[in-house]
């Protein structure tokens, strides 16, 4: 199983980013009963996890990011998506997407950075 993460970039403080996650390696019948989570980690902090989307459509967010980040899935895809709004410069970290919703994920995709600059 391959995570491929794409987006991030630099941002002004109020503005958005779309990060994506596709999955390869998961037959389509079983990609969508996989969870997968979104994670941060920010210079000198533990990685964090930002959201969490079941097979089953159930969405957790950190309380940190609740009302400004949305994420979502295109089975059809293999994809996973977190759409990020009103962004602050402590949101500034490189993101992760995981098959998974805690560190104990099996498979992590490669961190894209993101930076809010203020």
């Known amino acids: 199983v391959q995570l491929v993460v794409t987006g991030g970039g630099l941002v002004q403080t109020g503005g958005s980013l779309g990060l994506s996650c596709t999955a390869s390696?998961?037959?389509?019948?079983?990609?969508?009963?996989?969870?997968f989570g979104w994670f941060r980690q920010a210079p000198g902090k533990e990685r964090e996890g930002v959201s969490c989307?079941?097979?089953?459509?159930?969405?957790v967010y950190s309380d940190s990011v609740k009302g400004r980040f949305t994420i979502s899935r295109d089975n059809a895809k293999n994809t996973v998506y977190l759409q990020m709004n009103s962004l602050k410069p402590k949101d500034t970290a490189a993101y992760f997407c995981a098959t998974g919703c805690s560190d104990s994920a099996l498979y992590w995709g490669r961190g894209t950075q993101v930076n809010v600059s203020s």
């Open positions: 390696g998961i037959p389509s019948d079983y990609f969508p009963l996989y969870q």
């Open positions: 989307i079941r097979g089953d459509e159930s969405i």
